[in-house]
């Protein structure tokens, strides 16, 4: 806060000459409840205003609530608004908690300054109307002389304008009910509807007519979140009675909306109720809003939430919106027209079934196009076209076109289609096999020959007709799998032996001796090149199931980058835990080591002190024995003589 506030805040309350409480810069840039309460009390005292104000709860500051302290604090803020005739910006929640001190320190300059306007004000009766009720600038400021109204007199006017309000709202629901089918109020209504755009200031006029809080800044509407965007349609629907009913109680409190998906309901059933409220198409879409994207639509949303809620009814379109009809934009459901369309999509909905019954027993025409045309059945000229749309009556009315409605907007996109599994048989240039037309005698293969011919005629059959129908040549060029792409090389190989291998029985046959023509047989095999059907079946068989087996450990490698990269990030994240524990047990060690370093000199001091005291013990013992010997020898001494 700046100190200038403070320091002016000082000098209001300089000219009472208050001993207690010290008026500080610390004080006053966060005040707390005890040093307001103090305060208050002590320039009552002094001045004479406030006197009679306050009850025996509201003298022990200590011994109050937090309900006591926001109790004591209105109650002196709106006298400060009576006797100034103007209400103050200050919130006794945000005093209690120590915020907004510009707000405290504004609401104790006024409040100095009226304490000082004793031969102005008259104290007396502004307490009285402070008791009584009555807020700040809804009545005169009660000056000295008799200038003011009193408290009976306040009341009565407070009566009279809410009465003539009731009126008013009265005589406009009355409009509305009588309107017809013009869409709401007419082209009143039509042109303000028209007037909404995305301009912030716009918003922020619209809002700022019907609700006080919250404030609206260009930051919060500039980017608007969605606890504020909550606050508003509270706030909107609790000053006007627009919407009442249409969320359930627990998206009501904006601090339990946490989740997303009740954001987004709670979002698209206010988007949705404005729509059918006015009937018009609201652009703005729930998802972009939570996500903080799309302003200009949310600006434009804000601004026809404040042209319905000053529209007439809203009941019929609260219910709209809890049976799940969307926004038409044909016309909205104010007052009267609700039940007027209600009943003009009922009549449509039995002229459609009319018609269908009448195309159904007619037998001409009755499954022609979707516009329901068709001969006329009886009277006119024959053969005359009649075009009849099932759906006439119905393109303007609101309810139906409702009921024609896709899926929510909340829902989740829906999942892909799964596209059909279709087996791609990839098959190779067919191998030349060596001709079997000209046999040499003593082969006898004749009888093998049949039964295969006989085996493969009747289950392959089939396999044939459509092996035939595939493109051999275009076949290879298709996108093939590396297992595909050896097994054609190794038939190519095949291919290129074997013709070698012909060439050269030709010519040794063409020289040699006795040959015997025979029948040709296998020729299912030289069509498919020597490879017989069933074979061609056991191998796509063997590769589609090798692909079904491999196809699970695709997936499996697919996963063991990202398992390689969690083991990887958990093995960082326990060595960075070592080398913190290793670090920690350094420290410890030192200051382990620092702190015994008084304890082991004071050890070694002791030490040398015992060997001190040792070496003395030794040096008495020596003295003690020298002294003996030298008693013992003067004894002897003695003795002898």
């Known amino acids: 806060m700046d100190e200038s506030v403070a320091e002016q805040t000082i000098g209001a309350f300089a000219p009472i000459g208050l001993a207690k409480p010290k008026l500080s810069l610390k004080l006053l840039s966060k005040p707390p409840f005890r040093f307001l309460h103090d305060l ?100 005169p400021v009660p000056v000295r002389g008799g200038g003011a109204s009193t408290s009976e007199e306040v009341k009565q006017q407070e009566r009279e304008e809410s009465d003539s309000e009731e009126e008013e709202e009265k005589a406009q629901d009355a409009g509305f009910g009588d309107a017809g089918g013009g869409g709401g109020s007419g082209g009143g209504l039509q042109a303000r509807i028209d007037g909404c755009n995305e301009d912030v200031a716009t918003t922020k006029e619209a809002l700022s007519a019907i609700i006080d809080k919250p404030k609206m800044s260009d930051k919060l509407l500039g980017k608007p979140p969605f606890r504020f965007l909550h606050d508003v349609f509270t706030a909107v629907q609790a000053k006007t009675g627009f919407a009442q009913g249409l969320h359930p109680e627990e998206l009501m409190d904006s601090k339990a909306v946490k989740d997303k998906a009740s954001k987004l309901e709670f979002l698209q059933l206010a988007i949705d109720v404005v729509g059918n409220h006015l009937g018009c198409s609201v652009e703005a879409r729930p998802a972009k809003i939570v996500a903080g994207l799309e302003p200009e639509r949310t600006n434009k949303f804000l601004q026809l939430l404040a042209v319905a809620a000053t529209e007439g009814d809203s009941r019929a379109a609260v219910e709209a919106t809890k049976n799940g009809e969307k926004p038409s934009g044909a016309g909205g459901l104010l007052g009267a027209e609700a039940e007027a369309a209600e009943a003009a999509a009922a009549a449509a909905d039995q002229r459609m079934a009319e018609a269908k019954d009448d195309d159904g027993s007619d037998g001409v025409g009755g499954g022609g196009g979707g516009g329901g045309g068709g001969f006329k059945a009886d009277g006119g000229d024959a053969g005359e076209f009649i075009s009849q749309d099932v759906h006439e009556g119905k393109e303007n009315d609101p309810v139906s076109n409702r009921r024609r409605t896709g899926r929510p907007t909340t829902a989740r996109r829906r999942p892909p289609k799964q596209k059909k599994e279709v087996e791609v048989a990839v098959v190779s240039a067919p191998v030349a096999a060596p001709p079997t037309g000209i046999m040499v005698e003593g082969d006898d293969d004749d009888e093998d020959e049949d039964e295969a011919e006989e085996k493969d005629t009747g289950d392959d059959e089939e396999l044939r007709k459509r092996f035939e129908a595939i493109d051999l040549n275009t076949a290879g060029d298709a996108k093939s799998g590396k297992l595909v792409k050896d097994i054609e090389a190794e038939m190519d190989a095949d291919k290129k032996e074997n013709e070698l291998k012909q060439g050269d029985d030709g010519d040794s046959k063409s020289s040699g001796g006795q040959i015997r023509m025979g029948k040709l047989r296998g020729n299912k095999k030289r069509e498919l090149g020597g490879v017989s059907e069933s074979e061609i079946a056991a191998l796509r068989q063997a590769i589609q199931s090798l692909c079904q087996a491999t196809n699970p450990l695709g997936k499996c490698m697919d996963h063991v980058n990202d398992d390689m990269d969690a083991m990887t990030k958990e093995m960082d994240t326990w060595k960075a835990e070592s080398r913190r524990h290793d670090d920690s047990l350094d420290s410890e060690g030192k200051a382990t080591e620092e702190s015994l370093q008084a304890l082991q000199a004071r050890l070694a001091e002791v030490d040398e002190q015992i060997q001190e005291q040792l070496q003395k013990i030794t040096s008495a013992k020596a003295n003690i024995s020298r002294n003996d010997s030298r008693i013992n020898q003067l004894l002897r001494m003695v003795v002898s003589v």
């Open 40 to 139: 208050v009390m002590n320039t009552s005292k002094a001045t004479g205003f406030g006197q009679g104000l306050f009850g025996d709860e509201d003298m022990d500051p200590k011994a109050m609530d937090k309900a006591g302290k926001i109790a004591f604090l209105t109650k002196v803020q709106t006298l400060t608004g009576i006797c100034i005739g103007a209400a103050l910006p200050m919130k006794a929640g945000k005093v209690v908690a120590g915020l907004e001190p510009e707000n405290t320190n504004e609401w104790l300059q006024e409040f100095a300054r009226s304490a000082l306007r004793a031969d102005e004000l008259d104290f007396q009766r502004a307490v009285d109307m402070a008791l009584d009720g009555v807020q700040p600038g809804h009545a």
